[in-house]
């Protein structure tokens, strides 16, 4: 599949909500986990503090100008690796180019993110309910990637206690999120036990943003 047809196909596209698309199997799995794997040589995967204390069962890394990082002092984006004391890698072009392709298939063109905030599920590593809100323009979207081992991802809306809508996640899945529902609560379940072919038994999600100006 050569880069310009991956979002050529548009059948698999569905509209979830005002603002929120998903694309099913929409990416080249190996070329991104390779990257990944890749990245995390440079930038290790590592289990961050909350401000309350706890550390969080999802282990992350960042590319791009900035990184997103939680220490018990908040949460913040950072142009520093905290624990390497030096800046992220680069973002990848074809991240970038494919981020943004798939911002402007959902509605929102022009989308240039300055941040990839990688996650690594381990089995029944979870995310409670949250919502994005540490970049300064809400009108730019986020974009994420699923790769690895499915995960039942929930959307409440705009409480914490909302009605929880229910997908599963799956390796390639590609979801954008913006508009009225950029700000919307949401979480994922712990990861259930499995193999998949490429990378064993974790999931990878991948969240583009525009963090800063
Ligand atoms: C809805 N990650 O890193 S991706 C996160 O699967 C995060 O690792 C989840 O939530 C994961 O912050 C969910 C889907 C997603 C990403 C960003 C959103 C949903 C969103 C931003 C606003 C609303
Ligand atoms: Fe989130």
Redesign the pocket.
Same mark, same amino acid.
């Given at each position: 599949m050569s880069m310009n047809d991956l979002f050529a196909n548009d059948s698999g596209l569905e509209i979830l909500g005002e603002g929120i698309t998903l694309w099913r199997s929409a990416i080249d799995v190996a070329r991104y986990v390779s990257d990944i794997e890749d990245l995390a040589r440079r930038a290790p995967f590592r289990n961050m503090q909350v401000p309350r204390g706890r550390t969080m069962s999802v282990a992350i890394t960042n590319c791009g100008k900035l990184g997103w990082i939680s220490d018990t002092r908040g949460y913040r984006y950072s142009a520093i690796d905290p624990t390497r004391s030096a800046p992220w890698p680069a973002m990848p072009e074809h991240w970038l180019r494919d981020a943004a392709q798939a911002a402007q298939r959902g509605g929102f063109a022009g989308f240039s993110p300055d941040a990839c #905030?990688v996650?690594c599920y381990e089995v029944g590593a979870r995310?409670g309910a949250h919502q994005?809100r540490d970049e300064l323009d809400f009108s730019q979207p986020?974009v994420?990637i699923?790769l690895g081992l499915s995960?039942a991802?929930a959307?409440h809306g705009e409480t914490r206690s909302g009605t929880r809508r229910r997908i599963e #996640?799956h390796s390639g899945d590609v979801?954008i999120?913006g508009g009225p529902?950029?700000l919307?609560f949401?979480s994922?379940a712990p990861v259930k036990a499995g193999l998949h072919p490429l990378c064993g038994a974790r999931r990878f999600?991948l969240?583009f943003r525009r963090a800063g100006a």
């Open positions: #905030l996650n995310m994005d986020v994420s699923s995960a991802f959307f #996640l979801l999120w529902a950029r919307h949401h994922v999600n969240t």
